[in-house]
């Protein structure tokens, strides 16, 4: 698991690198737009903003993250847990990214369709969907579960592949 763990965060690294701008348009991940006007800027629905952040995320990853059934998202470590930062990563992952199949379907069609480079925040929602996906293959409990999930996670990296190997 750990190779995997590893090319999550090479791809956001990336992404960062590739200096992708932020916009207000989110047809990817229409949760994301439902946010509230009035919500603090404490709640920013992106993690990554520096090459700091993309280490969290690893240190994160590594410590151990759990999706659960009903949606929500917890980091095993305590320590990591109490941060202001993961807390703006659990809620991303627990308001943003899609939990049902037919949502994560719809996802991978819209970046099928996308043309040009994902914005910053739709790649870095891509790439934690892509880690849902992955958390619920393993956890699946049907033979027929685990290969839908499977075909999506490809799907996934398929598409945040074919972002990162655009030319101009």
Not at 56 to 76: D, H, K, P, R, Y
């Amino acid at each position: 698991m750990l190779p995997w763990k590893m090319l999550i965060v090479a791809l956001f690294c990336c992404c960062i690198e590739a200096g992708a701008t932020q916009h207000q348009a989110n047809a990817l991940f229409p949760a994301a737009s439902s946010i509230k006007r009035g919500v603090t800027a404490a709640v920013n629905p992106t993690f990554i903003s520096s090459i700091s952040d993309a280490h969290l995320l690893f240190e994160i990853l590594m410590s151990g993250i759990q999706f659960e059934s009903s949606g929500a998202f917890s980091v095993t470590d305590a320590e990591l847990a109490s941060l202001q930062k993961t807390r703006n990563l659990d809620f991303i992952c627990e308001e943003i990214i899609p939990k049902k199949l037919t949502d994560i379907l719809r996802l991978i069609s819209g970046l099928s369709n996308h043309t040009g480079y994902l914005h910053q925040h739709d790649f870095e929602r891509t790439v934690l969907t892509l880690v849902y996906t992955a958390h619920q293959m393993v956890s699946s409990a049907t033979e027929y579960q685990r290969d839908v999930w499977a075909e999506s996670f490809v799907s996934l990296y398929k598409s945040i592949k074919k972002d990162l190997t655009l030319r101009n």
